[in-house]
């Protein structure tokens, strides 16, 4: 109890994570969760693992051949682990069980769920979790009636659910080697996936602030400047993808206009964390795979099932430049003023974020040097295993064992947030007594 005491929040939060990739490994590397029967390996475990808590979808085997049934069940149950936070869980069971939540167990959520304020979070915790389920119980059963024609009942009911759990948590696992391809053009299947991966990479606090406000103008500033942010990156993907391929032809080259248009739409929106795809991703044009990774590194919203830098976080980062050439000493936006310890904050993010990607590339570019790789290919697999995404060029299968642990530790970083790294590893320091001189240096 003394040394869990002394632990802070996001250290423990960190530990809790390790020791259920550990568990979750180790679950993967029997045979019985193997098709074959024969152990895949504790490294390709350990990576299919992290990959599903961390709600990233990189595999370096096709979840739905390899996998048998035990061993996508267990990939499913890490991925709602993951994408809810294992806190979720061990504050329901404890509320179930008529427990009293302490103070500790408050802060634990509180860093969990990224929530700005302490009150009121048992209850969201909760929310929370009804909130999941019914969407994901909503989409399962639409899903199963799509599905229903092609694979009878009970196969449609598994891959409905399984897929539910993968789009809402982010997570970006598909029962089909070629992801979702084979529906590039159904609108069921890419309006329900979408849905739930866009929802569920909004945030919960937005959620529930949407639901309980339900205007526009009683929405707070954190909710108004995700969703702004949402859209504004969801059109820019759609639009650029659409005017990008429809000159490539072979992505678009064999496709109606319909199809066309629901693949640039999918292809848009899915790098906001979730790493389905409806089209080969190899196969883009360079200037849409680096777009991609731009809208990988930005990601989702705070307090989602997605990761990246967070929609807020650049929205700060674009308001601070655009205060600066304009002359202004403060930083404002919907009336409202950002505080300099948000800013400083949301610096601090995105600095740490690309210091993690590049050093996650340059590592990749010397294991990886073998296959000689197309330098955008290894920074596109670095970027999409930061921004828990999924996506990939075709790179993830041939990693050699040390770059499997470059991109292990690199899902891991971003799934818990590099501020929350360096919180929970750095030492926490006193603040001065002393206050040194001001003094100006050159920038720029």
Sequence with gaps: MALTKKINPPLFIIL???????????????????SSGESLGLLNSLFTATSALCVTGLVVFDTGTVYSLFGQVVIMILIQLGGLGFMTFGVTTAVLLGKKIGLKERLLIQESIHSMTSSGLVRLTLNILL?????????????????????????????GLFHSVSSFNNAGFALWPDSLSRYVGDPIINLVISSLFIIGGIGFIVIMDLYQKKNWNRLSLNSKV?????????????IFILMMESINPKTFGELSLGERLWAAYFQGVVPRTAGFNTIDISQMMAASQLFIIFLMFVGASSGSTGGGIKTTTFAILILSLSSIIRGRSEVSILKRTVGTDMILRALAVIIISLGVVMTSTLLLTITEHSLQRDFLEVLFEATSAFGTVGLSMGLTGDLSPLGKLIIIVTMFIGRLGPLTMAYALAQRSLKPNIRYAEEKVLIG
Excluded: D, H, N, Q
């Design 131 to 159: 909130i999941t389920l019914l969407f994901e119980l909503i989409a399962t059963l639409v899903l199963t009636f799509r599905w229903y024609g092609e694979m009878g009942l009970l196969k449609a009911l598994y891959y």
């Design 16 to 34: 809790g994570f390790v020791i259920i990739i550990l568990i979750g490994g180790l679950l993967l590397a029997l045979p019985i969760a193997s």
């Design 226 to 238: 995700a969703l702004i942010t949402t859209a504004i990156l969801c059109v820019a993907g759609f």
